[in-house]
């Protein structure tokens, strides 16, 4: 089993910055990739961003790609995801997200962040 604990996050105004963070513990070394998705009110969870925790090849959905930036800390199995140009529709519950190399998946608690115009 893997557990994931999630921080960060918050509200900001469009244009500022916010930053996620989400630490793995348990069976970590089973862990191949990590990220965050997004789930805003009436819409369906999508992917914001991902990396591999091997290679740290990094996949970006379309409308965050050049504003957030994820990163992993290896030793710490902890990825990081720093959004920066925070717009309004940036905002909703942000989930961490690891796949093990087995297909297991595991999702953290979610965490609100809220971007005001």
């Known amino acids: 089993q893997i557990q994931l604990v999630q921080s960060g996050g918050g509200s900001a105004q469009a244009g500022g910055s916010l930053r996620l963070s989400c630490k793995a513990s348990g069976e970590v070394l089973r862990v191949n990739v990590m990220g965050w998705y997004r789930q805003s009110p009436g819409k369906e969870r999508e992917m914001v961003a991902t990396?591999?925790?091997?290679?740290?090849?990094?996949k970006y959905a379309n409308d965050v790609r050049g504003r957030f930036t994820i990163s992993i800390d290896k030793a710490s199995t902890t990825v990081d995801l720093q959004m920066d140009s925070l717009k309004p529709e940036d905002g909703g519950t942000y989930y961490c997200?690891?796949?093990?190399?087995?297909?297991?998946?595991?999702w953290g608690r979610g965490t609100l962040v809220t971007v005001t115009s």
């Open positions: 997200y690891v796949k093990s190399y087995y297909g297991q998946e595991y």
């Open positions: 990396i591999q925790r091997n290679v740290e090849f990094r």
